[in-house]
């Protein structure tokens, strides 16, 4: 509109070149407890991708236990996929897997090393992390100074990216344990499996229409708690 006045020359100071958006809020009904309480958190300055966040991670649950107890996937604890989700939704897949990489690396030299020092678990543990995250930083090194750019070192700016870290550290250890073998094939048929209900869980995380599905209703939520309770009493045989 402004552009055509604008090249007839017609400019007024009458002319409106800009109409306001009113964002006005109407109140959920009370009987609707869940939306009610997340409207009210969103109209009081709540983010919404943290409410979104709360509710895909419930449906993720869901998932997780229906592949884990109806399927029969090895998933190592319901919580593993879970987090190392969460941390690929943040690290990105290349770098999650990486330090996924890393920390089966670590372990073996330090079985190396327990063969010839004998450590109580808690020593072997401590030990474990230090060479894990030396490791870390040795790799960082090599890729500052061959200039691979393989991994964005800006996203270590914000000091809170420790937290998706230490969920690597603890899914790699639950995975890789104290009994793991290296050229076990069921061990590795198991992995195998942790990544695909991993990724599975991690796509769902992209999909804006389940996000923008389980805002709009939230009461959802009380489906997939009783979803929940119905995988959870399957005692059936898994597919």
């Known amino acids: 509109n402004f552009l055509s006045t604008l090249s007839l020359g017609k400019i007024t100071n009458q002319e409106e070149y800009i109409t306001p958006f009113s964002m006005s809020f109407k109140e959920t009904p009370k009987y609707l407890p869940i939306s009610y309480l997340v409207d009210r958190l969103i109209y009081h300055g709540f983010p919404i991708e943290l409410i979104t966040l709360f509710l895909v991670l419930s449906l993720w649950a869901l998932v997780i236990s229906i592949l884990r107890q109806i399927v029969g996937f090895s998933v190592f604890g319901i919580y593993s996929p879970l987090l190392f989700a969460v941390s690929m939704s943040i690290l990105w897949v290349p770098l999650s897997l990486t330090f996924l990489i890393v920390w089966l690396i670590t372990k073996l030299l330090i079985k190396l090393i327990t063969k010839k020092i004998y450590l109580l678990h808690n020593a072997k543990s401590e030990l474990l992390i230090i060479l894990y995250f030396f490791i870390l930083l040795l790799l960082f090194w090599f890729n500052s100074i061959l200039w691979l750019n393989r991994i964005d070192i800006s996203i270590f700016t914000n000091g809170y990216i420790i937290f998706p870290i230490i969920f690597i550290v603890l899914v790699s250890d639950k995975i890789f344990n104290e009994g793991f073998k290296l050229f076990s094939k069921w061990r590795w048929i198991a992995f195998v499996e942790f990544l695909v209900?991993?990724?599975?869980?991690?796509?769902?995380?992209?999909?804006?229409?389940?996000?923008?599905?389980?805002?709009?209703?939230?009461?959802?939520?009380?489906?997939?708690?009783f979803l929940n309770i119905a995988v959870g009493r399957f005692t059936g045989l898994q597919l």
């Open 197 to 225: 209900v991993t990724f599975s869980v991690y796509g769902l995380f992209y999909r804006t229409g389940i996000k923008h599905l389980l805002l709009a209703f939230p009461e959802l939520l009380i489906l997939i708690f």
